[in-house]
């Protein structure tokens, strides 16, 4: 079985400041790990994908995330906020059949 | 590359009604995912179809919901008697096959008055 806890519910900070927002998985077999955004009444839109082919994954808006293995863990990260950023995350893991389990999301609040 | 459609965007119906929903994927994907999302959570996976088969149920489907891709292009899914519970949001996704990532719709609300 597999599944994701999303440290924290709510993360607050400052236009400009380092984005950290936290995952981690358990899964039996070789994961594929996803982060994606939603906005109000919409719904989620990829950021970004792991799929074994390099640890360090780059996705859209300046968003990146790190796979370590040996802490079963993909936190998402953007080296500086910006107001449009406000939203909420959820990273997901997904099995061989496509097949995916969402963590309960992250809100993240940008202040001016 | 027109997205995933989703209709109707918002449902407002009695208890124990039926509702419907309709889901449009992209044009050449293959599979096909229904999930649900409560204020607060993530999406739960309610099932999916590789075309026109449905591979897998989630244990949240109860017999009152029912799923059909036929044809393999669009797809429905139907609640009967509805129940309170049943308010949510049910998102559908859709991805070229098993590997790749899913592109989701912008849901039906569903609320249960």
């Known amino acids: 079985a597999q599944s994701v806890t999303q440290l924290g519910s709510h993360v607050s900070v400052s236009e400009g400041a380092l984005v950290l927002l936290r995952c981690n998985y358990s899964s039996s077999v070789p994961p594929y790990l996803f982060w994606y955004v939603q906005y109000p009444n919409q719904g989620l839109q990829l950021l970004l994908k792991y799929t074994s082919a390099a640890t360090l994954v780059k996705g859209i808006n300046g968003f990146e995330a790190e796979f370590k293995k040996s802490e079963t863990s993909f936190h998402l990260t953007k080296p500086s906020a910006h107001m449009s950023d406000a939203a909420e995350y959820f990273c997901?893991?997904?099995?061989?059949?496509?097949?995916?389990?969402f963590g309960d999301g992250t809100t993240l609040t940008v202040k001016p | 590359d027109t997205g995933v459609s989703q209709n109707p965007r918002h449902k407002i119906t009695k208890r124990g009604q039926n509702v419907t929903f309709r889901c449009d994927p992209i044009s050449e994907h293959n599979r096909l995912y229904w999930y649900r999302q409560t204020l607060g959570q993530g999406p739960e996976f309610l099932t999916y179809?590789?075309?026109?088969?449905?591979?897998?149920k989630s244990r949240l489907l109860s017999d009152r919901f029912s799923a059909e891709r036929p044809k393999g292009s669009f797809s429905t899914l139907e609640i009967q008697r509805t129940e309170q519970g049943d308010s949510a949001m049910y998102l559908c996704a859709s991805s070229v096959d098993s590997y790749q990532p899913q592109h989701f719709g912008d849901g039906t609300r569903l609320s249960i008055l």
């Open positions: 997901a893991v997904s099995d061989q059949g496509g097949k995916s389990t």
């Open positions: 179809f590789q075309n026109e088969a449905q591979l897998e």
